[in-house]
């Protein structure tokens, strides 16, 4: 029990110097998986720190290339849009089997 | 109407009759054909009546009646299966079917294709039972809503591929956000559809999220408007629960905006449109981008901003740094004016300090500890001639005072006391010498008196004048004739000797016999004497009075 705990707390203590520990480059791994709502989230948080200005010389260089990432991320994203429309094919027994392409006249 | 006839006309004999002669199965068969015919299709309002859900058979036997009349009716387990609306005990129902006889027991029935609600306020009771028996079950919780997620990947839609339904979406999609989408092709409508739709609810929530076909994000359950029957698929009980369980956020546009079916409450969130679910679904995508622009900006501009506030906090501080030789001035300034003065101030302080210690040394050699004692050495001298004088002095008057005194002294007044004392010593030796022998005499002769009575009186005197005393063996003496038993040893005292006797008789008159023995003098005690006593109370004389003596 106590030694779950113990690792738990060593894996917190590992994640929280991880965003901490001002590198950028090893930080922004995660990026690519946020969804964009998250993402969006914390550019602005990031913002309105370097608004704010209390923000260490650092960690303000830091935290400025990650809102760099996270912007590119969520641009990415939303340029990425684009309609795709499929209809499920289904098989005798009404099980899903496939996809083709729907084309709905419009 | 020839068939199964088989009578001919027989002119002159009592049989003769042109009515038609029937077998029981042939007329059967033409009543069952009759009926058939005509009421092959039938439209029939009525009450259910004696159902108890499908036979195990799967077949269904009940009763529809009115009023005054009531006719047996089946539905077979093909139809009943495919049925929108099952029959429930006591609901007004309007059915389609045919009418058939059962020959072997000379029934007629009728076997029913279709059962709907007679009317809609039937069918709204149904409606109502049902969503008050899920809600029972918790399936319209609030605590079950799942929310839809932010910008979904995929959506996945529940609805008819072709019609204006999709169409709606899909352009509303395009016009927010331009999406991924899946359509899961069902009927909307019919006998099938309720089914199709639960499996298609089923289907997007059991795909692997790995596999060929992308897992939607989101569902979305959609049909256009339509009466309350067209929409009866979305209040089925399948569906409801198919709804309910989805672990992907569901989201149901049945109908028009006052429409409510059932999946509507199992729902995470209800749209009354499909355009509507297709809003709810996504943002807009021209709003995030506008949001993320801006961010961006602000985001450049801050930094840039945070940076030249740090420029100009540096360039105002280096500013503010003077040059070292400008800091140094001063204070060396005050160095050299300080420095030429320290010598005089040295040697003003010193002879402060001289003048100080001089005033100290004079009033320590004032306090010295040799002159204080020369000073009480000084008085203790003088005191000492003070002294001698004043002995001197007290004791030539002591002296005086005692030569006075010693004169008055003489040991005459002594001796004349003690020549008084000495006379009156001889006077009184003289007065003892008389008196003595008189008080010895007049003692001497009280003391024989005293005697003589106590011999009298004694036990031995008693005895002597010839009583005698009985003592016990333990030569304690016997008081009461009761004391004495029979065979007793007693003992006899004379004034002479003593004579060992045995009781012959009991308490009372007991006679005494003994023989007489020289028993050995002085055996008294106190028992003895008490009995003396007791013996000389009877005389007249005062005991006590003579014992004082």
Redesign the interface.
Known sequence: MSQDVSTKDASLTKGSSLTKGSSGATDQADIAAL???RA?AE??Q??AR??R?D?A?EE?LAI?ER??AL?AH??A??KR????????T?SSD???T??EP?D??? | MSDGVTGQNFAGEGFVTNLQEWTVSGLSGALKRTLEDAFGHVRLKGEVSGYRGPHSSGHCYFALKDESAKLEAVIWKGVFSRLKIKPQEGLEVVVTGRITTFPGSSKYQIIIETIEPAGVGALMAILEERRRKLAAEGLFDEARKQLL???PTVIGVVTS??GAV??DI??R??DR?????????VRVQGETSAA?VT?AIR?FNA?PGAG??PRPDVIIVARGGGSLEDLWSFNDEAVVRAAADSDIPLVSAVGHETDWTLIDYAADLRCPTPTGAAEKVVPV?RD??L??AD??R??GE??A??GE??RTGLRSLVRALRRPEDLVAAPRQRLDLVAGKLAHGLAINARRHEIALSALSRRLARLSPHLQLEQSRARLARAGQQLDRCFAANSHRYARDFMRVAGRLSPHSLRLRVARGRERLVLAGDRLGHMAPEIVARRGSALERVWKLIESLGHKGVLARGYALVLDEGRQPIRSAGAVSVGMPLTIMLSDGDVDAVAVGGAGGGKVSGEKAAGGQGSGGRGVSRKAGEAVKTAPSNQSSLFDI
């Open positions: 969804p964009f709502e969006l550019l602005e990031i913002v370097l608004e200005g923000v010389l303000s400025y809102g760099e912007k969520c641009e994203l939303l849009a684009e309609q795709r429309i499929e209809k499920i289904l009404g099980r899903a496939g996809t729907l709905v006249e419009t | 997620p932010f910008l591929p072709t999709i169409r899909l352009h999609l395009e956000f331009p999406s991924h989408v899946l359509v899961w092709p199709e499996a289907g795909l060929a076909i995508r995030l981008a949001r993320l961010l961006g602000r985001h801050a930094m901003r945070l506030r740090r």
